[in-house]
């Protein structure tokens, strides 16, 4: 089935670094979102990109999506340690009703 | 305050039994879903119910059972016939079907078969 691959697994910075999260899927999608899940808690909402967007911002992030190269990015700029969470996309395929996973990065910002 | 509440947040099985984990929901929303989370893994989807009194199987629904009786409850019952339940089990909602609609998620329930 279809599923985003995010892309380091694991990714280590300081804090004030920016950090780049990268996502591809392999079918045409309506939606990419992204999740961000702080270490055995449930996933929370952060931002939402339709197909015909090609970048968002909200506050810190900014998401890019090219989907030529079936491709999106997460920019979370000056990290904080907080930020420190497993971060995940979520594809919407068109016609489909699921919302699928990917396996997610996993950020941790040293203070 | 609005939100998803899912119970137990720890829970032991024993081998051979079967064991309901609760999943509560005061957002109204009509899609409710359970997924699967192995450790430093993604969310696999478990079932699904975009209605009351329906739902339907996702990727990995054997040795699982669930019910919709009610529009806020979707309880999931594993069954003896997992035989790899151990695993974070979290349940969600959305407003209608998933595409292009937030998910919201409760804090997640682990099981430990022992």
């Known amino acids: 089935s279809q599923q985003g691959e995010e892309d380091p697994q694991a990714l280590s910075i300081q804090e004030g670094e920016n950090a780049t999260m990268n996502c591809s899927y392999k079918?045409?999608?309506?939606?990419l979102q992204w999740y961000r899940q702080n270490s055995g808690r449930g996933l929370v909402h952060l931002i939402l990109?339709?197909?015909?967007?090609r970048e968002k911002h909200s506050g810190r992030l900014r998401v890019t999506l090219d989907t030529s190269k079936k491709s999106s990015s997460l920019l979370i700029t000056a990290s904080r340690a907080a930020d420190t969470a497993s971060y995940f996309c979520?594809?919407?395929?068109?016609?489909?009703?699921?919302?699928?996973f990917g396996a997610g990065t996993r950020l941790f910002v040293k203070a | 305050d609005g939100g998803i509440t899912q119970s137990p947040k720890y829970l032991f099985r024993k081998e051979g039994q079967n064991v309901t984990l609760s999943c509560e929901q005061n957002?109204?929303?009509?899609?409710m879903y359970w997924y699967r989370q192995d450790p430093g893994q993604g969310l696999r989807l478990i079932y699904y119910?975009?209605?009351?009194?329906?739902?339907q199987k996702g990727d990995i629904a054997e040795g699982y059972s669930v019910s919709r009786e009610k529009k806020e409850s979707f309880p999931l019952t594993v069954t003896s016939a997992q035989k790899n339940p151990t695993a974070f089990y979290l349940c969600?909602?959305?407003?209608?079907?998933?595409?292009?609609?937030?998910?919201?998620f409760g804090e997640g329930s682990w099981l430990t078969v022992v």
């Open positions: 969600a909602s959305s407003s209608q079907g998933s595409p292009g609609n937030t998910i919201y």
């Open positions: 079918t045409s999608i309506n939606n």
């Open positions: 990109i339709r197909s015909n967007e």
């Open positions: 979520a594809t919407d395929n068109t016609g489909g009703f699921k919302t699928i």
């Open positions: 957002l109204n929303h009509d899609a």
């Open positions: 119910s975009q209605i009351v009194n329906d739902f």
